[in-house]
Nanobody, 112 residues
Framework: VQLQASGGGLVQPGGSLSLSCAAS????????MAWYRQAPGNQRDSVAD???????NYADSVKGRFTISRDNAKNTVFLQMRNLKPDDTGVYYC???????WGQGTLVTVSS
């Protein structure tokens, strides 16, 4: 499975941004998917995940602000982010759970 995240950019605090992750292969619908964030100088941490059945989990720091979803027909997982804060800044990656090879992430910068 190859993964490609996109949709990052520069946004002001309080703004919104939507990320997408396209996956290759025919088994996407059976995969447990997650979004991870790596802030400068920090480790890569999970912010949200979604099971093949559509159950979701969120890190406490993003609950109520981020929404993870998936479109199995398009082999894509999404991360809708709103009310963004400077602490949300980082490179965002998607991956399966358990993790496979990491693809290219997308940079999100929250700054005024």
């Amino acid at each position: 499975v190859q993964l490609q995240a996109s949709g990052g950019g520069l946004v002001q605090p309080g703004g919104s941004l939507s990320l997408s992750c396209a996956a290759s292969g025919s088994i996407f619908r059976f995969l447990h998917m997650a979004w991870y964030r790596q802030a400068p100088g920090n480790q890569r941490d999970s912010v949200a995940d979604i099971t093949f059945g559509g159950n979701t989990n969120y890190a406490d720091s993003v609950k109520g602000r981020f929404t993870i979803s998936r479109d199995n027909a398009k082999n894509t997982v999404f991360l809708q982010m709103r009310n963004l804060k400077p602490d949300d800044t980082g490179v965002y990656y998607c991956n399966t759970i358990p993790n496979r090879q990491w693809g290219q992430g997308t940079l999100v910068t929250v700054s005024s």
